[in-house]
T-cell receptor, first 112, second 114 residues
Framework: KQEVTQIPAALSVPEGENLVLNCSFTDSAIYNLQWFRQDPGKGLTSLLLIQSSQREQTSGRLNASLDKSSGRSTLYIAASQPGDSATYLCAVRGGANSKLTFGKGITLSVRP | DGGITQSPKYLFRKEGQNVTLSCEQNLNHDAMYWYRQDPGQGLRLIYYSQIVNDFQKGDIAEGYSVSREKKESFPLTVTSAQKNPTAFYLC?????????????FGAGSRLTVL
């Protein structure tokens, strides 16, 4: 059974820092991995999706990497801003149409 | 604008009552999903549907029921058999194809049992 872990559960950083959010998964046979952002009381917004054949994806100040063999993904946020404060969740998919398994998320607070 | 609409946003229920949460999408997505989110927890899959008139149980289907009579709609009923229904419920949809089957989420419905 796939398990997805995100540690730490919460993180507080000063504005301007470059930071890395970690995600680990137990079964390396994944189809793709997705990073989401969730603001308090809201739904999830997809940030980046990495296919199993890819090593990384970039969107603006965000860069996500994937190392299937070690069961890890990282979300890199460059020059963090207070508007980046949210909960970041990663989720892995085992097959093309199989379900997503979510981590519990990392709640990020960026201090002005 | 295309998207997923969940209603109501907030819902209060007395113990023993069934309630139905609405989820409508105009994205022409094939698959629809219902997740439950509890504080400090990841999302847990309740039910999903890949085609009209067909759906499958997720990890925590007990006490819930769904229907998929139209491609655009996937309502979730929380029955009185669900022992701890207070939670945040999220509906999502995706296309069914190899490649970028990105999930799109609605804004959520918060159910509180009084």
């Amino acid at each position: 059974k796939q398990e997805v872990t995100q540690i730490p559960a919460a993180l507080s950083v000063p504005e301007g820092e470059n930071l890395v959010l970690n995600c680990s998964f137990t079964d390396s046979a994944i189809y793709n991995l997705q990073w989401f952002r969730q603001d308090p009381g809201k739904g999830l917004t997809s940030l980046l999706l990495i296919q199993s054949s890819q090593r990384e994806q970039t969107s603006g100040r965000l860069n996500a990497s994937l190392d299937k063999s070690s069961g890890r993904s990282t979300l890199y946020i460059a020059a963090s801003q207070p508007g980046d404060s949210a909960t970041y969740l990663c989720a892995v998919r085992g097959g093309a149409n199989s379900k997503l398994t979510f981590g519990k998320g990392i709640t990020l607070s960026v201090r002005p | 604008d295309g998207g997923i609409t969940q209603s109501p946003k907030y819902l209060f229920r007395k113990e023993g009552q069934n309630v139905t949460l609405s989820c409508e999408q105009n994205l022409n997505h094939d698959a629809m999903y219902w997740y439950r989110q509890d504080p400090g927890q990841g999302l847990r899959l309740i039910y999903y549907s890949q085609i009209v008139n067909d759906f499958q149980k997720g990890d925590i289907a007990e006490g819930y029921s769904v229907s998929r009579e139209k491609k655009e709609s996937f309502p979730l009923t929380v029955t009185s058999a669900q022992k701890n229904p207070t939670a945040f419920y999220l509906c999502a949809s995706s296309i069914l194809s190899s490649g970028a089957n990105v999930l799109t989420f609605g804004a959520g419905s918060r159910l509180t049992v009084l």
